[in-house]
């Protein structure tokens, strides 16, 4: 495991709606276990007034907390837990998968479940691959969109908001108010001045979490990816998930973390970290951290084939530091 990683266990659901809702508990494997069966009672007493807003029963001597941050709807804590709780968030659905098909649906939950695969250093899977660890949840289902339940185990960070389940781009979008309060404060995509480098171009939202998107080519039809996307997450815990996103070395997180390019971005802090994969056909990442909010960082991250991403680093570079709102 890498450095700051242990074994982690993820309990999740997914459940549709207009805005559909996630349930998600992870930590160690024998605290989770211990509340496996209150996680399956308690997604499974969802209810939702006329207006939308979600209602559960929560387990004996359970407790209820405000979420932590504008992509947290609600905390709900297990007896005598400090650092375990049941994050409920609502899902955005991108525009093109709007509509309320069974392909679109699948596409949706297959986004979502990859990404949480991402959280505990996981490969992405195909729906085919996935579907032996969907469990649906028949109360809670509608014909072409049924909910789900789902169990992963793979490698966490200690430090950092991991544990706690507030992971970068997991809900809402900036500026989206949660049921039954006031709008948080963070800019919205429309605000963001962002000044291209040559060769670049704006695509559609490239992810469910993407605020922006872009891409640039490279030699053979390649191309590498830019995402703006606003979250929780400290440094930390950020640098070594991104690192396992590439199959990078278990020491590179210290060494990116240590050779951080440090920046002012609009007045805000703001650093760079680099992260070179291995393997015969090598991924790299450049990504900025910018604490744009008191809640939340913007991290702008471009991910691709090892020569693109080094060809287009001082123009990445460029790109953070003009960067206004």
Known sequence: MGSGSQKQQMLAAIVPKDTP????????????????ADFRQLVSSLSFADDGTPNWQLPEKWQEEEGANQFVYRSLRPPGESSLKVTVSQLKIP?????????????FVAMNVNRWRGQLNLGDQA???MTPDLEAIEKLSTPDRPAYFVTLIGEGTTGGSMGGMSMPGSTMPPGSPR???????????????????EGWREVPPLNIMAM???????ADGKKAAVTFTAAGGDRVSNVERWNGQIRG???????????????????????????VGGGDDPQSIAAAKIDWSSQDSLFIKMMGPADIVKAQQDAFLTLVKELKW
Not at 95 to 107: M, S, V
Not at 179 to 197: E, F, H, N
Not at 258 to 275: G, M, Q, R, S, W
Request: glycine share 4%.
């Open 21 to 36: 809702w996630a349930f998600k508990l992870m930590g160690q494997p024998e605290k989770v276990d211990q509340y496996t």
């Open 95 to 107: 525009d093109t998968l709007n509509e309320p098909t069974e392909g679109n649906w699948r596409e």
């Open 127 to 129: 729906w085919d691959e």
């Open 179 to 197: 049921p039954g309060s006031a709008p948080p404060r963070a800019t919205a995509a429309k605000d963001l001045q962002v000044k291209l480098p």
């Open 212 to 218: 922006k998107s872009y891409e640039v080519d490279g």
């Open 249 to 275: 070395a278990a020491d590179q997180p210290a060494k990116a973390l240590e050779e951080a390019i440090k920046l002012t971005v609009n007045d805000a802090p703001a650093e760079v970290f680099v992260l």
